[in-house]
C-alpha cells in the first residue's frame, strides 16, 4: 500500500532517509535522499538506501559496463515504479527485487501518490559508469496506476 503522509512513511523506512540526494539532483525530478549502509572507501560493496518523495523519480539513465556491472534494487517501504524503455512500467511494493542488466535504459521511483525507498545494489565489474538521460515525460508518468 502507498504512503503518503511522511512521518508513517519515515516509521516504515527501515533502512533510514539519510541526506538529501545532492550530487545527484539534476538527475532527479522532485528530491530524493540517500542513506549509505556500507563503506565503499574501505572496500565495501556499495548499498544505499534511496527515498524518493511522492512523484520523485531519476531520469532515463543507463548503468554501462565492459563486463559485469548493472544495478539490484531491493524495495524497502511504500511503493514506486520502474521501467525499461519499450516495455511496461512495472509496480514496485516492498520485497520487490530488481535486476537490471549493464547496458539498459531505465528509470525508477516513487508513485505520485506515495513515498518509497529501495536500496540500490552496484554490481561489480569492470569499466562501470552511468549515464544519465533525458527526465521522464510528465505526461507519461501520469498516466501509470
Ligand atoms: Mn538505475
Not at 531491493?74 to 535486476?99: D, F, M, N, S
Request: hydrophobic share 40%.
Amino acid at each position: 500500500m502507498g504512503i503518503t503522509r511522511e512521518p508513517e512513511f519515515n516509521a516504515a523506512n527501515v533502512f533510514g532517509k539519510g541526506n538529501p540526494n545532492a550530487a545527484l539532483a539534476q538527475y532527479f525530478t522532485g528530491e530524493s535522499f540517500l542513506n549509505p549502509l556500507t563503506d565503499p572507501q574501505n572496500g565495501e560493496l556499495p548499498l544505499f538506501n534511496v527515498t524518493f518523495e511522492p512523484g520523485c523519480r531519476n531520469n532515463w539513465h543507463v548503468h554501462h559496463a565492459k563486463s559485469g556491472g548493472g544495478q539490484v534494487l531491493i524495495c524497502t517501504a511504500g511503493e514506486g515504479w520502474y521501467q525499461e524503455e519499450g516495455k511496461a512500467a512495472r509496480e514496485l511494493v516492498p520485497g520487490t527485487v530488481v535486476v537490471i542488466p549493464a547496458g539498459v535504459k531505465h528509470w525508477h521511483g516513487a508513485k505520485a501518490d506515495s513515498w518509497f525507498s529501495h536500496i540500490a545494489i552496484e554490481v561489480p565489474g569492470e569499466g562501470c559508469s552511468n549515464e544519465w538521460l533525458e527526465p521522464v515525460d510528465d505526461a507519461a508518468f501520469a498516466m501509470l496506476g
